[in-house]
């Protein structure tokens, strides 16, 4: 465990992210085989191009596009640590751990808090990508 006030490092949270989806492969029919966190820059943008580039067509879909100029995307990194209990309680909110069966659901929940428990000292560190589209109007 890092000492208070600090980050670990992505290396040490590839264990948790892998046995995780371990434990989502074994209770969550849904989850895609080969499930794997990507890093930020692998993840396209909304307007599907590349980043850093002011793309005309990134708001071709959204209704009264042609009244704005071009959109600027910006993106924001964070990661937030949480205690079994608040993880947990996080999972509980999401729609696919609410979709599964009660059983699956307590079974998935079970398996990941065993994990955290046992593997990662109580602790795990999720990571949020959140992206703006700024537009200005012409």
Known sequence: MPPSGTTPDRKARIPFLQEGVACQLRFDPTTPPGL?????????YDSQEAPNRNVAQGNAALPGA???????????????????????????TYSGTLALAPAARAGLLDCIGTLIDTRHAGRVT????TELRLAVRR
């Open 36 to 44: 794997r966190l990507a890093p930020a820059a692998d993840i396209p």
């Open 66 to 92: 042609d009244r704005f100029e071009p959109p600027v995307f910006r993106r924001c990194e964070r990661e937030l640590t949480y205690r079994t209990a608040d993880y947990l309680d996080l999972l509980c």
């Open 126 to 129: 999720k990571r949020y990508l």
